[in-house]
């Protein structure tokens, strides 16, 4: 009996974690560089029909990468030469990337990660998937909530 439980317990956390890689796919084609000697030129862009939350998810990573870097990342609606894109599939046309990336399937609570050397990408199904990238974002950067 123990041993059947035991084959149940590991079924479950190799289901756990393949779950937990198909909810975040990340696509990283160069370097993004956040911050120089302590300095920026990296805005926060969202889009002008930003909802509350990814409003929300853009003020949090600006105040964190600043907690990390102690630099300032403004958050604004307009394209910058270098910025951190965040958004939804559904704004994903406002954003300068190639359309090799546009339309991907998603499920509700996944998100894209991409980067180039002038911009990183931050897109999700919903408000939750962008959250979600948000937040590993941080977590790939070593901050630990």
């Not at 930003?50 to 964190?64: C, G, P, V």
């Not at 990337?97 to 399937?105: G, P, Q």
Request: charged share 20%; aromatic share 14%.
């Amino acid at each position: 009996m123990r041993n059947k439980q035991h084959r149940s317990q590991v079924w479950h956390l190799l289901l756990a974690a393949c779950i937990g890689l198909s909810v975040s796919t990340a696509y990283a084609a160069e370097a993004f560089r956040l911050t120089k000697d302590g300095k920026t030129d990296v805005a926060i862009v969202v889009p002008e029909k930003a909802s509350e939350r990814t409003l929300a998810a853009a003020n949090d990573l600006s105040a964190y990468l600043e907690k990390i870097t102690g630099a300032s990342f403004p958050v604004q609606h307009t394209a910058a030469a270098r910025a951190v894109y965040l958004g939804t599939n559904e704004n994903v046309k406002e954003f300068p990337f190639s359309d090799s990336f546009k339309n991907h399937a998603f499920t509700r609570d996944a998100y894209h990660l991409y980067s180039t050397s002038n911009a990183f990408y931050i897109i999700g199904d919903a408000d939750f998937g962008v959250q979600n990238g948000v937040w590993d974002f941080l977590y790939s950067l070593g901050y630990r909530q």
